[in-house]
C-alpha cells in the first residue's frame, strides 16, 4: 500500500480521537415522581411546561402586562445580550478548528555599498558602483494552524458549545421568572388596593361609631371611656388607610421596574379576581424538571466541564502545527507575477511535552475536579426544583380548607357584628362588646383577602417551578 496513502489513513484516524470521557447524566437524587395532591378540584393531564402563559393566565390586562415586560424588562435584555456573547465565543473557539487563510505583500528596497557581496548584476559590481535592488513579494499562506489529532480543540469546542447553551437556558429562566414576578406583583397590587377599600370602608364605618358615641357622651348616655375605644378603632383604621395607600404606590412602582416602562392604567387590575387557570398535574414523573431551563443549563455547564476533561488529557500528547506558504517573488514589479517567480514552503512543527514539572498533570486534576464539582452543582438544582415543586404542591393541598375557613370565619363574625350592634342599641350588651366584634369582623376581612391572594400566587409559582413560561 502507498505510504502515504497509510499516512493520510493515519492521521485522519487519530484526528477522530476523543480524550473526553462519555458523558452519562447524573442520576436525579429525588423520588422518582412528584407528590401527588387531592384537593377535590381535579387533574390537570398536561405538563403547565407545555401551557402557554397566554393559556395560563386568562386575564387580558395581565396578560397584555407580560407581554410589555418582556418586550422591555433591563434584565432579560441583559440575559438576551449575554447569549450574543457567549454564541461569539463559540464561534471564535470552533473557528480554531480550521487553518486561517491569509494573503499578504511586501517590498523591500535595497541599496548596498561597492565591494559587498549583493544579488546585484554583476555589471555594477564591476564598474565599482553602489547596487540598488527593489524585491517585491505576495503569497497566501496559513501560519502555525494546530492540526488537532488528539482532539484537543475539538473538546474545547465542545466546551464552548455547552457555555453557549447554558447561557440560552438561563436566558429562558430568566423570561419564566420574569412572567412569574410580573404576574405575582400584579396579584399582590390587586389585593392591597382590595384591602385599601376594606381600610376606607372600615374608617367609614368606625367613625359613624365614633361620632355616634361622642353623641352618647355628649347625653351622657356612654362613659368617656366608650368614646375612647370608639376613637382607638378609628385612628387605627385611619393608619391601615395611609399604608394600605404606601403598599399600593410600592406596588405600582415595582410593576414599573418589572414592565421596564411606565405601566398604563387599563393594565392594571380592579380587584382580586381568579387570575390564572385553575388546574393541577397529578402523578407526574419527576423527570419533568429536567426540561426546566435552571436545571437544563446545569447540566450542560457540566457537559463542558467533561469536554474540559479531553482537552487536559489531550495536552499530555504531541502538538502539530502547521505553516504553509504559496506565492511569487521577484526583483521587479512588473515580474511579480511572471513565469518562474512562484515559490511555495511547507513547515510542519511537532511539540512534545517533556517535563512541565506538574504543568499539564495539574491542569487535568483541576478539570476532573470542576466536572466533580458540577456534578454536585447539577444534582443540588434538581434537589431544589424538586422542593420548589413539592412546597407549591403542599401549600395547594390545604389553601382549599384554609379559604373555606377563612370565608366561614369572615361570614361567622358579620352576623356576630350584627347581632353585638342589635344587642347594644337594646341596651342589653355593653359598648366593648360591639367594639370587639367590629374589630373582630374588620381582622377576618383581612386574613381572607390575604388567603386568596396566597391561593392566586400559589397557582403562578407551582406554574412556574414546573417550567411554565417560557413558550
Same mark, same amino acid.
Given at each position: 500500500?502507498?505510504?502515504?496513502?497509510?499516512?493520510?489513513?493515519?492521521?485522519?484516524?487519530?484526528?477522530?480521537?476523543?480524550?473526553?470521557?462519555?458523558? #452519562?447524566?447524573?442520576?436525579?437524587?429525588?423520588?422518582?415522581?412528584?407528590?401527588?395532591?387531592?384537593?377535590?378540584? @381535579?387533574?390537570?393531564?398536561?405538563?403547565?411546561?407545555?401551557?402557554?402563559?397566554?393559556?395560563?393566565?386568562?386575564?387580558?390586562?395581565?396578560?397584555?402586562?407580560?407581554?410589555?415586560?418582556?418586550?422591555?424588562?433591563?434584565?432579560?435584555?441583559?440575559?438576551?445580550?449575554?447569549?450574543?456573547?457567549?454564541?461569539?465565543?463559540? *464561534?471564535?473557539? /470552533?473557528?480554531?478548528?480550521?487553518?486561517?487563510?491569509? %494573503?499578504? @505583500?511586501?517590498?523591500?528596497? =535595497?541599496?548596498?555599498?561597492?565591494?559587498?557581496?549583493?544579488?546585484?548584476?554583476?555589471?555594477?559590481?564591476?564598474?565599482?558602483?553602489?547596487?540598488?535592488?527593489?524585491?517585491? =513579494?505576495?503569497?497566501?499562506?496559513?501560519?502555525?494552524?494546530?492540526?488537532?489529532?488528539?482532539?484537543?480543540?475539538?473538546?474545547?469546542?465542545? %466546551?464552548?458549545? &455547552?457555555?453557549?447553551?447554558?447561557?440560552?437556558?438561563?436566558?429562558?429562566?430568566?423570561?419564566?421568572?420574569?412572567?412569574?414576578?410580573?404576574?405575582?406583583?400584579?396579584?399582590?397590587?390587586?389585593?392591597?388596593?382590595?384591602?385599601?377599600?376594606?381600610?376606607?370602608?372600615?374608617?367609614?364605618?368606625?367613625?359613624?361609631?365614633?361620632?355616634?358615641?361622642?353623641?352618647?357622651?355628649?347625653?351622657? #348616655?356612654?362613659? &368617656?371611656?366608650?368614646?375612647? !375605644?370608639?376613637?382607638?378603632?378609628?385612628?387605627?383604621?385611619?393608619?391601615?388607610?395611609?399604608?394600605?395607600?404606601?403598599?399600593?404606590?410600592?406596588?405600582?412602582?415595582?410593576?414599573?421596574?418589572?414592565?421596564?416602562?411606565?405601566?398604563?392604567?387599563?393594565?392594571?387590575?380592579?380587584?382580586?379576581?381568579?387570575?390564572?387557570?385553575?388546574?393541577?398535574?397529578?402523578?407526574?414523573?419527576?423527570?419533568?424538571?429536567?426540561?426546566?431551563?435552571?436545571?437544563?443549563?446545569?447540566?450542560?455547564? $457540566?457537559?463542558?466541564?467533561?469536554?474540559?476533561?479531553?482537552?487536559?488529557?489531550?495536552?499530555?500528547?504531541?502538538?502539530?502545527?502547521?505553516?504553509?506558504?504559496?506565492?511569487?517573488?521577484?526583483?521587479?514589479?512588473?515580474?511579480?507575477? +511572471?513565469?518562474?517567480? !512562484?515559490?511555495?514552503?511547507?513547515?510542519?512543527?511537532?511539540?512534545?511535552?517533556?517535563?512541565?514539572?506538574?504543568?499539564?498533570?495539574?491542569?487535568?486534576?483541576?478539570?476532573? %475536579?470542576?466536572?466533580?464539582?458540577?456534578?454536585?452543582?447539577?444534582?443540588?438544582?434538581? !434537589?431544589?426544583?424538586?422542593?420548589?415543586?413539592?412546597?407549591?404542591?403542599?401549600? /395547594?393541598? *390545604?389553601? +382549599?380548607?384554609?379559604?373555606?375557613?377563612?370565608?366561614?370565619?369572615?361570614?361567622? %363574625?358579620? #352576623?356576630?357584628?350584627?347581632?353585638?350592634?342589635?344587642?347594644?342599641? &337594646?341596651?342589653?350588651?355593653?359598648?366593648?362588646?360591639? $367594639?370587639?366584634?367590629?374589630?373582630?369582623?374588620?381582622?377576618?376581612?383581612?386574613?381572607?383577602?390575604?388567603?386568596?391572594?396566597?391561593? !392566586?400566587?400559589? $397557582?403562578?409559582?407551582?406554574?412556574?417551578?414546573?417550567?411554565?413560561?417560557?413558550?
Amino acid at each position: 500500500m502507498n505510504p502515504r496513502f497509510l499516512s493520510l489513513v493515519t492521521l485522519l484516524a487519530l484526528a477522530g480521537c476523543d480524550m473526553a470521557p462519555r458523558y #452519562v447524566r447524573p442520576t436525579a437524587p429525588v423520588p422518582a415522581t412528584l407528590p401527588t395532591v387531592d384537593n377535590g378540584a @381535579g387533574a390537570a393531564t398536561a405538563n403547565p411546561a407545555d401551557v402557554a402563559w397566554r393559556d395560563f393566565f386568562v386575564d387580558e390586562r395581565l396578560r397584555r402586562l407580560i407581554q410589555l415586560s418582556l418586550d422591555n424588562n433591563r434584565d432579560l435584555r441583559v440575559a438576551v445580550a449575554n447569549v450574543a456573547a457567549a454564541r461569539a465565543q463559540y *464561534h471564535v473557539q /470552533r473557528a480554531g478548528l480550521l487553518p486561517t487563510i491569509g %494573503a499578504s @505583500g511586501a517590498a523591500t528596497y =535595497q541599496k548596498t555599498p561597492p565591494g559587498l557581496g549583493s544579488v546585484a548584476s554583476s555589471a555594477g559590481q564591476a564598474a565599482g558602483n553602489a547596487t540598488r535592488v527593489d524585491i517585491y =513579494q505576495a503569497n497566501v499562506g496559513v501560519s502555525a494552524w494546530e492540526v488537532d489529532l488528539f482532539g484537543r480543540i475539538r473538546d474545547l469546542t465542545k %466546551a464552548a458549545q &455547552e457555555q453557549f447553551f447554558a447561557v440560552q437556558e438561563n436566558r429562558d429562566a430568566a423570561q419564566t421568572a420574569l412572567v412569574a414576578e410580573v404576574a405575582t406583583a400584579w396579584l399582590t397590587l390587586a389585593a392591597d388596593q382590595d384591602k385599601l377599600r376594606l381600610a376606607q370602608s372600615t374608617a367609614k364605618a368606625y367613625g359613624e361609631t365614633y361620632r355616634l358615641t361622642q353623641a352618647r357622651f355628649a347625653n351622657r #348616655v356612654a362613659s &368617656e371611656l366608650e368614646v375612647r !375605644q370608639a376613637q382607638t378603632s378609628f385612628d387605627s383604621a385611619r393608619a391601615d388607610i395611609a399604608q394600605a395607600r404606601t403598599q399600593v404606590a410600592q406596588d405600582t412602582n415595582a410593576l414599573n421596574l418589572l414592565a421596564g416602562t411606565t405601566v398604563a392604567a387599563d393594565m392594571l387590575p380592579q380587584e382580586l379576581a381568579d387570575a390564572t387557570r385553575d388546574a393541577l398535574p397529578e402523578g407526574l414523573p419527576s423527570d419533568v424538571l429536567l426540561r426546566r431551563p435552571d436545571v437544563a443549563s446545569a447540566e450542560h455547564v $457540566l457537559r463542558a466541564a467533561n469536554a474540559n476533561i479531553g482537552a487536559a488529557r489531550a495536552a499530555f500528547f504531541p502538538k502539530v502545527s502547521l505553516t504553509a506558504a504559496f506565492g511569487t517573488l521577484s526583483l521587479g514589479l512588473s515580474n511579480l507575477f +511572471g513565469s518562474g517567480s !512562484q515559490y511555495w514552503s511547507v513547515a510542519p512543527t511537532a511539540t512534545v511535552p517533556i517535563f512541565d514539572f506538574g504543568k499539564n498533570q495539574g491542569n487535568l486534576h483541576y478539570a476532573q %475536579a470542576t466536572r466533580d464539582a458540577q456534578v454536585a452543582t447539577y444534582e443540588k438544582t434538581v !434537589q431544589t426544583a424538586f422542593r420548589e415543586v413539592a412546597d407549591a404542591l403542599a401549600q /395547594r393541598a *390545604h389553601i +382549599g380548607d384554609q379559604l373555606e375557613a377563612q370565608t366561614s370565619q369572615r361570614d361567622a %363574625a358579620t #352576623v356576630a357584628f350584627k347581632l353585638a350592634e342589635a344587642r347594644f342599641r &337594646e341596651g342589653v350588651d355593653p359598648f366593648l362588646t360591639t $367594639l370587639d366584634s367590629q374589630r373582630s369582623l374588620y381582622a377576618a376581612q383581612q386574613n381572607l383577602l390575604t388567603v386568596r391572594l396566597a391561593r !392566586q400566587t400559589n $397557582l403562578v409559582e407551582l406554574y412556574r417551578s414546573l417550567g411554565g413560561g417560557l413558550k
